[in-house]
């Protein structure tokens, strides 16, 4: 199963079966099963794009999901990126402030980089953090987005947990990064806040798991 956010909503591609324990739809939820022609792909995009009160997701399904989700990539280019999600000793998340949104930070890979180096470069670069111990790999997120050419561009972030000893921190502010802020799950889910859906999914992912 894929969950690509386009326009901070969900498109879900995935099997039969996947659906099918999937339960009921809600609505506002759009169920349709991909004949195996790229073009058709375009018609959900596009809504989702364009943004439409009556629909809040989209699932395609297929019984040759790997296909399925080949077409869809033919459409973009395809942006590799590695991300972290870190922990201070207080236990508590490193979280940051850009663009009028909370963040984690990520950056896409320099050539020859691997997904976890990327990350720890990006953590040391926009936060001003050095020691820091790679964890467990966290889900992968894939979102949508027009380039200044106006291409469709599918960025997929490799996620890892990382844990350090310090505390202070330096936002990268030439990167737009307001602020960076230490602050527990508690305190982050206590009110409402502007965050991307991936970012709050992979937050909640987080909170759910043991260590």
Not at 30 to 51: Q, S, T
Not at 59 to 66: A, E, S
Not at 171 to 176: G, N, R, V
Request: negative net charge.
């Amino acid at each position: 199963m894929y969950k690509i956010y386009i326009n901070d909503r969900p498109l879900t591609l995935c099997s039969p079966l996947e659906m099918a324990q999937a339960g009921t739809p809600a609505d506002g939820h759009l169920l349709a099963r991909y004949p195996g022609k790229p073009k058709f792909i375009l018609n959900y995009v596009d809504l989702l794009e364009k943004g439409s009160p009556q629909v809040d997701e989209v699932t395609l399904f297929h019984t040759d999901l790997d296909q399925l989700w080949r077409d869809f990539c033919d459409h973009y280019l395809i942006l590799e990126a590695g991300g972290g999600l870190v922990r201070n000793f207080a236990n508590q998340w490193l979280l940051i402030h850009r663009k009028g949104y909370w963040d984690l930070p990520k950056g896409k890979l320099d050539p020859g980089e691997t997904p976890a180096l990327a990350a720890v470069r990006e953590v040391q670069e926009e936060t001003g953090l050095h020691e820091l111990t790679l964890g467990a790999p966290l889900p992968n997120t894939y979102h949508t987005y027009r380039d200044d050419k106006d291409r469709r561009v599918l960025k997929h972030t490799h996620w890892f947990l990382m844990d350090t000893p310090e505390t202070t921190l330096v936002p990268q502010t030439e990167e737009d990064i307001e602020q960076a802020v230490w602050m527990s799950a508690k305190q982050f889910f206590s009110e409402p806040r502007k965050v991307y859906p991936n970012i709050k999914f992979l937050l909640e992912y987080a909170l759910q798991q043991k260590d």
